[in-house]
T-cell receptor, first 112, second 114 residues
C-alpha cells in the first residue's frame, strides 16, 4: 500500500512554461515533505522541502505547495528549462525516525 | 568535500557469491542509509544507521547485512547473492538535528546477479 503516490509517471512541458508535479499521501502523521531530482546514472539530489506547519515554500524557480486537508502537495517550476528534465521524487517523513517514504517518481521532459 | 561516495560503481555477481558495497561520507553526518531502486518500485530502504555502531532494518532488509564501525562509513553486505538482488543501490546520509530529513545521496552502485 503506497503511502506516497505520484500518479503521473511522466510529464512533458515547453521551455519557459510552468511545470506542475503532483504528489498525494495517505498518512496524516507525515510532518515533512521533500522533493528530489534525479538525473540518469546519478543519485537523487535534494531540491526543496516543506514542513506541515506551512502551506508554501519557495526557492528561486521552485515552489512547493502543501494542502493538508487534501493530503496533496505540488511542485511548481517556473519558468521550466531544458536542464530541469529529470525524474522528480516526492518523499515524506514523520516524527523523529528520520526515515523517508518515497513516491515512484515523475519523469519531466522540458522541450526547447 | 567529496560528499557521499560509493564503491564500486558497477558489479556483476553469480548467484551465491558474496560482496560488500562501501559507502563513505565526509560531512560528519550521524545518519546513514542504504536504498535499492528497481523499475516501478521507487526507492526502498534496506537498512539504516543512526550512529556509529548502530544499525536498524528498513523496509526490505532480507538478504542483506550492514555494519557501521566508523561514523563516516556504512557497509552493505550480500552474503549469498540472488537474481532478485539485481538493482541499483544508493547510499545516503543526513544530519541528526540540522535539516534531519534532507538526505544526501551517493552516485549509486549498479549490481547485476546472474
Amino acid at each position: 500500500d503506497q503511502q506516497v503516490k505520484q500518479n503521473s509517471p511522466s510529464l512533458s512541458v515547453q521551455e519557459g512554461r510552468i511545470s506542475i508535479l503532483n504528489c498525494d499521501y495517505t498518512n496524516s502523521m507525515f510532518d515533512y515533505f521533500l522533493w528530489y531530482k534525479k538525473y540518469p546514472a546519478e543519485g537523487p539530489t535534494f531540491l526543496i522541502s516543506i514542513s506541515s506547519i506551512k502551506d508554501k515554500n519557495e526557492d528561486g524557480r521552485f515552489t512547493v505547495f502543501l494542502n493538508k486537508s487534501a493530503k496533496h502537495l505540488s511542485l511548481h517550476i517556473v519558468p521550466s528549462q531544458p536542464g530541469d528534465s529529470a525524474v522528480y521524487f516526492c518523499a515524506a517523513g514523520a516524527g523523529n525516525n528520520r526515515k523517508l517514504i518515497w513516491g515512484l517518481g515523475t519523469s519531466l521532459a522540458v522541450n526547447p | 568535500n567529496a560528499g557521499v561516495t560509493q564503491t564500486p560503481k558497477f558489479r556483476v555477481l553469480k548467484t551465491g557469491q558474496s560482496m560488500t558495497l562501501l559507502c563513505a561520507q565526509d560531512m560528519n553526518h550521524e545518519y546513514m542509509y542504504w536504498y535499492r531502486q528497481d523499475p516501478g518500485m521507487g526507492l526502498r530502504l534496506i537498512h539504516y544507521s543512526v550512529g556509529e555502531g548502530t544499525t536498524a532494518k528498513g523496509e526490505v532488509p532480507d538478504g542483506y547485512n550492514v555494519s557501521r564501525l566508523k561514523k563516516q562509513n556504512f557497509l552493505l553486505g550480500l552474503e549469498s547473492a540472488a537474481p532478485s538482488q539485481t538493482s541499483v543501490y544508493f547510499c545516503a546520509s543526513s544530519y541528526f538535528d540540522r535539516k534531519p530529513y534532507e538526505q544526501y545521496f551517493g552516485p549509486g552502485t549498479r549490481l547485476t546477479v546472474t
